[in-house]
Structure formats: C-alpha cells, structure tokens
C-alpha cells in the first residue's frame, strides 16, 4: 500500500518467501556447533593418546600421590595456635603500617614541603 497517497489502489507486493540461510537455519548452526565440539574432542582425545605413549599421564599420577603422602605427613596448627598467630601477624601488620604512615607523613609533608621548599626559596 501506498502510504503517501491515500487515494491510490492498493497494490499488491509479492512476498518472498524465507530463504535457507545460515542466520535462520537452526540446524545449520547445529550442525556447524556439533562438528566444531567433535573436532575439539578429537584433539583431546590425540592429545590424551600422545600423553599416555610418552608417560606425562603416569607422571602426573605419581606426583599427586607423593604429594598426597607428604601432606599426611604435615603436622597440622591447633585452632589455638592458628588464633594466636593470626593475631600475631595482624598486630605487626597494623604497626608497620603505622610506621609506614607515620615516615610517608614526616617524610613528604614536613621534610619535602616545609625544609626543602624553603632551603629552595630561601636560596633563589
């Protein structure tokens, strides 16, 4: 229809009809997901293939057992001693943040803006 023109006949517009095309086809793109994952899982599969000729996958085993075993060996804090030591290194993080403070203060306020600024002044 002619939207301009009231007047005018309406015309009659040929539909074309949905076309195929990979935007619309859901089994297109099915099809295109399935073969890109099959791919992918075929290059794992050589992978693991590669790893278990070479013996990277007995390898991997064997550390996972010995680190297993050295675990067992540990010997484990309390929950008294994992409270002090937390409140240990919390006090000495808090005072070396204060002295961190405390140099960063005297350092740039005092010593740079008040000593040098003037020493530089003073010398001009």
């Known amino acids: 229809m002619n939207e301009t023109n009231n007047s005018a006949a309406p015309t009659a517009t040929a539909e ?3 076309t195929a095309g990979p935007a619309s086809a859901p089994s297109g793109n099915l099809q295109d997901w399935i073969i890109e994952w099959s791919i992918i899982g075929a290059i794992l ?3 693991l ?3 278990k000729k070479k013996g ?3 390898r991997i085993r064997i550390f996972f ?9 540990c010997s484990w804090p309390t929950r008294d ?7 240990m290194v919390l006090v000495a993080v808090f005072l070396l943040g204060t002295f961190t403070f405390l140099a960063d203060l005297f350092l740039g306020d005092f010593f740079i803006q008040q000593v040098l600024l003037d ?4 010398a001009v």
């Open 16 to 18: 074309t009809p949905a």
């Open 45 to 47: 599969l050589l992978i």
């Open 49 to 51: 293939f590669v790893a």
């Open 56 to 58: 990277w996958l007995d």
């Open 65 to 73: 057992l010995q680190t297993r075993e050295e675990l067992t060996k």
């Open 81 to 87: 001693e994992l409270r002090g030591s937390t409140w």
């Open 119 to 122: 020493y530089l002044v003073n």
